[in-house]
């Protein structure tokens, strides 16, 4: 079994990421959505395995390609910020984009509100932010995404 935490819009305040990394354990790797403010190194260096970033709509000095389309387990997984697609108008134009481009996964941030939706097309998942959030129930959220060994995959809205 594999074990993925994923987050986004940490906004330079990561005490809340730190926790939610104690209380898990080990994961096998870790996905940001962006808005990092400045803290892509030390998110680079959280955890010994693999960490998945792309830049937000405010980290305006970073040199990392603005999306990322990974393989995980067989699936194809299209990483962004969002904010290409509107994702604060609605999830339309970023569920037809995912689809065009063969994804079987779109994970995104950007709005602070988390998101899983699982349909036969597509999936769409957003961590909302584990620092900032901005839905109904404040929570700081993150997704732990859980692959196993026969490839299923589960996807578990949490918070610190
Ligand atoms: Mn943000």
């Given amino acids: 079994m594999q074990r993925i935490l994923i987050v986004s819009d940490t906004h330079k305040r990561l005490g809340n990421l730190y926790e939610a990394l104690e209380k898990e354990g080990s994961v096998d790797a870790m996905i940001h959505l962006g808005d990092l403010e400045g803290d892509e190194d030390i998110v680079n260096e959280m955890i010994p395995g ?3 970033m ?3 709509n405010n980290d305006y000095y970073s040199q990392a390609p603005r999306e990322l389309e990974i393989q995980i387990a067989g699936k194809n997984v299209l990483l ?3 904010h290409y697609y509107y ?3 609605d ?3 970023i569920r037809q984009e995912g689809i065009a481009r063969g994804m079987d996964i779109v994970m995104f941030g950007h709005t602070h ?4 939706q699982v349909e036969d097309e597509i999936t769409l ?3 909302g932010s584990i620092s900032y959030p901005r839905q109904q129930d404040g929570k700081c959220t993150y997704i732990i995404m859980e692959i196993s060994d026969s490839g299923e995959f589960t996807f578990e809205l949490k918070s610190v």
């Fill in 125 to 127: 998942i957003n961590p």
């Fill in 54 to 56: 792309v830049p937000g």
């Fill in 91 to 93: 999830l339309q134009t």
């Fill in 80 to 82: 962004t910020h969002g």
């Fill in 113 to 116: 509100r988390p998101v899983i």
């Fill in 50 to 52: 693999p960490v998945y």
């Fill in 87 to 89: 994702v604060s108008l």
